[in-house]
């Protein structure tokens, strides 16, 4: 079954001591485009998740949100460095004897210096935090997919059922042009009637005449050529997933063989069935593009 290029999911993956949300969501493009969105702190992970999602899609905008909590109280600690201590304790002894002031400082006054102290991350552990992350990725991931297939499904009725159509004023061409050879052969007769009046007919002469207009008027390569890529289509359409490309390249075919027969078209009712094939071609070109 065909699979849409818009797709949405989400998942999320805790343990007792963090949680990772993810949402993916997904719009049309020529390629696959990830876009992700994560705390800076886990950039050393984008590859791997990359990776991972390839598992799930194939062409697409993608859009990756990737949200973290951390319920611990380790994940920041207190940090003492003492070489800064003791470098402002050395100056503050310098400034003392240079200028005879009075140096007073305390232990809380000298906590207060810049770097003196400071909050910093602890290490994490890259393994564990990877298998929830992946774990989290992976659900998204599925639920990503499956949320492409329901809108594939629909995708494939709406395009099985253009084609169909399509199909149908094919088969009317093919059907009307016999009839306007006929049309145009009795209206040349008539006129050469009414130019001869009762001298004899020159059945040659209308006969060479009828096949230059039939050679000028004939459209059977195309709606051969046209019914071909129909059914092409419709088989690709079947294969399964990953033919946007591919559907594509058939569209375009189809729509050149339908503008040769309206350049041909020497009758009403074929202009108008040439035209409405032209415009079920192009909704079905707008549709492949939401293919992946």
């Not at 485009?33 to 697409?60: C, H, S, V, W």
């Not at 339908?258 to 009758?267: F, M, Q, R, V």
């Amino acid at each position: 079954m065909i699979k849409s290029m818009t797709g949405f999911g989400r998942a999320e993956a805790q343990d007792q001591d963090r949680k990772f949300t993810v949402e993916i969501k997904s719009v049309n493009h020529r390629y696959l485009d990830f876009n992700i969105k994560m705390p800076k702190k886990f950039t050393f992970f984008e590859a791997a998740i990359r990776t991972t999602l390839k598992n799930y899609m194939q062409r697409g905008k993608i859009d990756v949100f990737i949200t973290y909590e951390d319920f611990t109280q380790t994940a920041f600690a207190l940090q003492y460095h003492p070489e800064i201590a003791h470098q402002y304790m050395n100056y503050l002894e310098q400034m003392q004897e240079e200028f005879g002031i009075k140096n007073d400082i305390s232990a809380p006054g000298l906590a207060r210096f810049p770097e003196v102290l400071s909050m910093e991350e602890q290490p994490v552990d890259e393994e564990k935090i990877w298998s929830l992350l992946e774990h989290a990725l992976n659900s998204a991931g599925e639920q990503f997919a499956a949320s492409r297939n329901v809108e594939g499904e629909h995708l494939w009725e709406d395009l099985t059922q253009k084609l169909a159509q399509m199909t149908e004023n094919v088969k009317l061409v093919e059907k009307r042009s016999p009839q306007i050879l006929a049309d145009y052969r009795e209206k040349l007769t008539n006129k050469m009637q009414d130019l001869l009046g009762d001298n004899q007919l020159d059945e040659s002469r209308i006969a060479a005449e009828v096949i230059l207009f039939a050679d000028k008027i004939c459209t059977d390569e195309e709606t051969v050529r046209l019914e071909s890529h129909i059914h092409n289509m419709q088989q690709v359409l079947d294969e399964g997933e990953g033919i946007g490309r591919k559907l594509d390249f058939i569209a375009q075919e189809m729509n050149r063989e339908a503008n040769t027969i309206l350049s041909k078209a020497n009758d009403l009712e074929i202009s108008n069935i040439a035209i409405e094939l032209k415009t079920d071609i192009e909704k079905v070109r707008e549709q492949i593009q939401n293919i992946e």
